[in-house]
């Protein structure tokens, strides 16, 4: 019974080899040296494909991987969006690659105050299906701007009023002159799990998980 897990290149594939490796999976496949996009591991069973961050939802739901690896900001996101149908499994959180999805300004707009005053925002974000849930919930009137990448430059250039983006140490934002004005959710990567291989290799699967579970409580 083989299995394919679906990683993204970074630090997902980085904080989660660890995690496989107390599971006793090892990868043999370095990403940054080989091209390849399907890895070997130390099981002839077992393998990883590559993938963009935001396509392993996609990859685990239509069966193209059994299992993988993704942020809750991209799980959410995928959810929520017309293609999400709410058919992944998310047994486990990893507890990596952790960060939060927040709102941020310029220094010199006054977020507050726009916000009391029920003006119109207008926020870039690569994350629209969660901004639009977000600014909802607060009866927050937006225009949301999709971007899909550098979601700093968006306030810097009069794009927009604000940004919906993730932060971690906040770092990206300070070289950038903007401020963090409002924390939405904290962030983690889960394991995610396509629900008729969950079946259908249970047995292939549960011990993996307790596994799994066992190295994520050891850290
Ligand atoms: P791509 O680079 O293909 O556009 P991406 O930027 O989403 O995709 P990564 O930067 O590897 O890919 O991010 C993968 C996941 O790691 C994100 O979905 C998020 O959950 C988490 N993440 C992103 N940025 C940070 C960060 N600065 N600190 C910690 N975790 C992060
Ligand atoms: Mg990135």
Redesign the pocket.
Known sequence: MSLTFAL?????FDDTLPLLKAAGIEVLDDPEKSRALILRTNLPDVRVVLV???DVPTYVQHGGADVGV?????LLEHEAGPYGGGALLRPLDLQI???RLSVATRADFDYQAAVRQGARIRVAT?YTQLARQHFADKGVHVDLIKL??SMELAPLTGLADAIVD????GS?LKANDLVEVEKILP???HLVLNPVAAKLKRERIRPLLSSLQAAVQAR
Not at 166 to 169: D, E, F, G, I
């Open positions: 993204s290149k970074g630090r997902i963009r961050a935001s993704a942020g809750l900001d991209v690659a952790r960060c690569k899909y990448g993730l932060v971690s140490t990206t962030i983690s990567s």
